[in-house]
């Protein structure tokens, strides 16, 4: 278990819908990430949040939004979903910048 | 930019043996951080070894150990004594913790398969 957590775990929804990922990282750590996983691809960087200021932002949509709240956990927003839009999509919390990043579980996004 | 490299797309290794999986990257900075995360069928991304840029001993985890060939910028893994735990997809990550963003770049995976 890494301390960080996702919600929900899966998610079927419709084309032109949105939907609101959550991630909990682990107590203490400033930094939270998004990647998006399609299937059989590799990580691709989506956005980061550190101590809930955007710091970069990788190959994210313009249909895709993010936010870190005071709290520190994050949500990630994505609407108008298309089909392609399917995938895992993963948050992952650092804490100091030279400390590792950690992996949540996961979202697993199904979009009909 | 800063890129990385994994040119083996699978891999298999018999049980008990030892395999190496290759990775290398591209960077003009001196410090920073290479992973090695595991992602089996589960796809949860596990941590399997970290390497300090500024370190020159490479960084071992039990079975894991890497070769990290700094000025060669390259960081291969190395698994021995197999297990069939170890089928997983590999994925090499690069950490710039220098130019303020904190980014990760990650690497197109080594699909690995343990042979029984």
């Known amino acids: 278990d890494s301390g960080v957590t996702q919600t929900p775990k899966h998610l079927i929804t419709a084309t032109g819908q949105r939907v609101t990922l959550r991630c909990s990282p682990r107590?203490?750590?400033?930094?939270v990430y998004w990647y998006q996983q399609s299937l059989d691809q590799g990580l691709q960087f989506l956005i980061h949040?550190?101590?809930?200021?955007?710091?970069a932002k990788g190959n994210i949509l313009e249909r895709f939004s993010a936010q870190q709240f005071p709290d520190l956990h994050s949500e990630l927003n994505l609407s108008s979903l298309e089909l392609g839009d399917s995938a895992l999509y993963f948050c992952?919390?650092?804490?100091?910048?030279?400390?590792?990043?950690?992996f949540g579980p996961g979202t697993r996004l199904l979009v009909l | 930019a800063q890129t990385v490299t994994q040119s083996q797309p699978e891999m298999s290794v018999q049980e008990a043996e030892t395999v190496t999986l290759s990775c290398t990257y591209d960077?003009?900075?001196?410090?920073?951080?290479l992973f090695w995360y595991k992602q089996p069928p589960s796809r949860q991304m596990i941590l399997v070894i970290r390497?300090?840029?500024?370190?020159?001993q490479n960084a071992t985890e039990n079975r894991f150990s890497v070769n990290f060939q700094k000025a060669a910028k390259s960081f291969s893994l190395k698994i021995s004594d197999s297990q069939l735990g170890d089928t997983a997809m590999y994925f090499c990550?690069?950490?710039?913790?220098?130019?303020?963003?904190?980014?990760?770049?990650f690497g197109t995976g080594t699909r690995l398969k343990v042979l029984a």
């Open positions: 990550a690069f950490h710039d913790y220098t130019s303020g963003t904190y980014k990760y770049i």
């Open positions: 390497q300090e840029a500024y370190k020159q």
């Open positions: 992952a919390s650092q804490g100091g910048y030279q400390e590792t990043q950690y």
């Open positions: 960077t003009s900075e001196n410090n920073y951080y």
């Open positions: 949040y550190y101590n809930g200021e955007e710091r």
């Open positions: 107590s203490g750590d400033l930094s």
